[in-house]
């Protein structure tokens, strides 16, 4: 930390801040400057102590320098993290996601599962328990959309991606699940994260809705420091005054999470867009971008569907996506799954 | 709902819409316009099949016109809600409530609790649990917490707001609240939302850091429609661009929520703000902008606070806030509780 | 500043920071911590070389402590600068400076200057030229409008403050206004700024609307530095994701200006809100907060607006406001101008 | 347009609306529904009257339905605009535009067009006149650089986008430009473009700081509405809550424009993130998500730059980028130029 005092502070107040630095424990090193002196702190682990300096008369900033996660930070893991799920690698090569953003019946299920996994999908998306901002939307199946993930996996052998609203059903859920995913409302809470730090399957994170980098990197070092060092990150797009798509898609996150974390980091183009017709152009800027993966949402009939239908893709829609990747993949030097 | 066609859109899409639209069980009404067709849809009570119809040929947009919340409306309760507890009236006059951040220990609840007390404030803030953005922060005394609250309680007569993170702790903390505290990064968390539609106790909602105020509206609406009336929105600040306060507290919220909901509203300057020496003007602010009171927080000693202490007044700064509201209110004919 | 060295940085990566410190004139101060080392920097008097170290390696921040702006700062002129301009004395007590939108004839010109007088207002704002978003929307009357403004003045004596838009106009502008103002579009239209740092009428400056305080106050600096010591500051809301009001009204910028700088600060709610309705709160509110003033549309007849009806009042509402800040002024002990 | 009326509104209260689009010469058409009525409104062309509409008894909203863009409108020039200027055709493949931030002086503008020259690039990027938001930073060298510019352009041949400030200097600037620019700060700056509506030269329109779409178009419509039809878009990043870019690139604005306009659109990576690291990575993305080409800020030494030298690509990366686009602009089918 660094401690910024005001350009009329007394040798007195400048005085005080330094005793009061060593009471914390800490070193104080003073350093005048030609308009106000900055004092800098050594020997803190963190921002402790940061809020009572603020307060010392004299004091104009303190400014934090140390960034506070530490196990998802790049910095203490220079290799990228890469975890093997159910056929898939996801930290190596451009994992494609895809499915219906609920699952609605068996029958929808099983046609989209079989076309995704003759196309070379691995994993599948579907939500059984759907975070709704209406209490008068459908709110998913439930447990009935559990048994159905469960029969898709049996029949397909496709990898499960299915979100977790809640303490209660994490052990439920985790019964059917290869990847548990925290919704971007869910990002800070931390009952969930803490929770799912204990789970025996890997967590995808998405990124709250204004969530700055570091709150996404302190929420996936709840996971980590919990014991689950499984975490992929999901960027879905954030909140901003911008109202020509649903989301703004923050793709600059992708070489910013690559310098400053080890871990994967994936895109929901349908999300972060909202209308189908955008996807496949952010999708293929996904993987020029350098991310890991997308999260992408297919439909076998998106008229129909009972939510996020506007920006689901159909079978044709997805099959020229994939189509497309497979040759900017290759040309990237990337292995498209 | 209303069907904005593409300038070009063809007779027969114009048709196929309205074909649609009866399918839907609805009825179109066909409005030809200088520049394009647009279509009002009548019969729906909701925006029940804007999706379907937003992938038809020809289609522009489809606007929604009704909102999705009732319970919270004023359209169909244009009275405004006033909740007695523990002997103030929320939603009638101006209500201080105020505290510290967090239980710390029992000595300083105690004596914060008799302060405010003496100076007639009736309902006490203070967390036993705390949502932290790091895991290695302090995150409250949990159950020890909750015993000091239970204290205070019976020693001072003050009532408790505080906040609950969790399903699985609401019935252990409505032992003690007499309010239940839902905080920012759970506006959303539709798990704890409905357990506590179920709750004895009124809920303080907090809006989300990101929330419009429909969303904030319809999560109000989750309480209500599950079966708990008494609801309490709280403004305390959303993220933007502006860096020079902690949060930008959106204090036109206030003849806003007046003109669309029943339900009280209260300011929290202290995270609207992120600085004590900021927190008396917005709280005067928020009287003369007709909010029904405020969330703020107080701790005997800030400088040693174990959380927010930089936006915590003491003892002195509140006394002076406290007094200078007080000939406010009565010029404004508003009763200060 | 404060080079932030990564925490994987050699010594010889810090010696060559050092070195390049004491090339760029400066003086390197090194404070070696337990995660990472820092390096003060003294001998600078703003961000020169900033870039230049951000570059090198091993260096991952470098954190600016000197903010850029030095004549509106209050750390260098301590009380708060007063200018009387027509008989009002802004930066003293509370100024309600009132108008239409814009000058749209002479009739409702005459007629709302001499309502507004008659109700002691002193200074009218109006706009001659108007900065539109459409081509296609009214610009204003141009000289026309500045010739009925000038008559105006000559028959009620009101100070008129009015936009300028562009420098060729600056000179015909200045002969009728007796505050100059800058829009919300054009702080940062720095030909402008520098065009009016040499104009002999103070400069009503709009924040940008997605400006920074310090963006802001460097656009005051601009003004300032080049000889026009009277700049007046005017909070008009920021653009966020926020829906509910045109714009976001950012009303704790009040207290922080009168922290950071010695120049007044107004409101202005009409364009804050952008609803008549919610304008007599925030216009109460402003005062409470400790805002300088307020720069309010009122219109005769706001549903015949020729722009900006929907946020003016009419010559009764805006009685019925002036009427209630009275003793909200008188209580907070504030004149009311 | 279409009215909506509030749910308790009167038979008479919706009679008063009808007979009020009747006399502003528009039709009326009542569409009754369950919760509220709705009244559609025919023969107007653009959003006159609404505001009058709104401030009826009973009149919940005004929705504008109609976009006020015409000229730059896809619907109305279905295929896109392709620019011949200098050798390259922007909306026509992938068009790289180079340089450095400023014009600093002629050897390293000499030096810069030789290698941008010789790697294909046709056309230059630099400013002999900067907007900067410190009055005391370096401001650009004014017609000395213009006259450098116009010397790079006579020895290399190179086309010339350079930035203009004020409309005084436009003359001057257009001698020398082959675009010209308008930056970031300047899209609002309605006597800039109405001067440049009547310019020779193409213009380019940098998306302002926190533009909608639609402000965006409209700033386009007053070029072309006053006869300058060359105009092309720039997307450079708009201002979000978000810390870890300089501004967040909102690439997804590509697809959405070319779904709304027919103009090009170029990408700004340079102050889209703000640093030079992650520059390729969103140069990449930004070919991918089928962008009419780049701006880009390249520099012989970025160390020494007097303006922006952290988001700078110095000669080797500009290659290492330049070379790594070829490939993907061929497996897209995409011309580089």
């Known amino acids: 930390m660094l401690v910024v005092m005001h350009a009329n502070a007394t040798p007195a107040q400048i005085d005080a801040v330094a005793d009061r630095i060593r009471q914390l424990g800490y070193s104080p090193h003073v350093i005048p400057g030609a308009l106000r002196t900055a004092i800098g702190i050594t020997g803190n682990r963190g921002p402790e102590g940061r809020e009572t300096l603020l307060m010392m008369p004299g004091v104009e900033d303190v400014v934090r320098i140390t960034v506070g996660y530490k196990l998802v930070s790049r910095e203490t893991h220079p290799e990228p ?3 093997p799920i159910a056929g898939s690698r996801i930290g190596h090569g451009f994992t494609v996601i895809a499915g219906p953003c609920s699952v609605e019946n068996e029958k929808m299920m099983i046609e989209s599962a ?7 999908v691995k994993l599948m998306r579907a939500g059984a328990y759907k975070p709704r901002t209406s209490p008068y939307a459908f709110q998913g199946l439930g447990t009935e959309g559990l048994r159905i993930l469960a029969q898709v996996k049996a029949e397909t052998g496709l990898g499960i991606v299915t979100e977790v609203l809640d303490t ?7 019964e ?5 995913q925290v919704g971007t409302r869910n990002m800070q809470n931390y009952a969930l994260l803490r929770r799912l730090s204990k789970a025996g399957k890997p967590v995808l994170l998405k990124r709250g809705m204004a969530a700055t980098v570091e709150e996404w990197l302190l929420a996936a070092e709840y996971l980590m420091s919990g014991g689950n060092r499984r975490v992929i990150l999901c960027e879905r797009g954030v909140r901003t005054f911008a109202d020509h798509t649903r989301n703004t898609l923050d793709l600059s996150i992708v070489p910013v999470i690559k310098h400053l974390s080890h871990l994967p980091v994936l895109i929901d183009p349908s999300h972060g867009t909202g209308r189908a017709e955008y996807v496949p152009a952010m ?6 971008a350098g991310a890991d993966g997308l999260l992408v949402e297919v439909h076998p009939d998106p008229r129909s569907a009972l939510s996020d239908g506007q920006q689901s893709l159909d079978f044709d829609a997805f099959t020229q996506l994939y189509a497309s990747l497979k040759p900017l993949a290759n040309v990237l030097d990337v292995e498209l799954l």
Do not use: K, P
């Not at 079989?114 to 070379?120: E, H, I, K, T």
């Open 81 to 83: 993290s890469v975890f």
């Open 114 to 120: 079989q076309f995704l996994s003759a196309r070379g």
């Open 168 to 174: 209660d059903n994490v052990d439920r859920v985790e």
């Open 176 to 180: 059917v699940a290869d990847v548990l």
């Open 283 to 288: 999708s293929r800027a996904s993987l020029a």
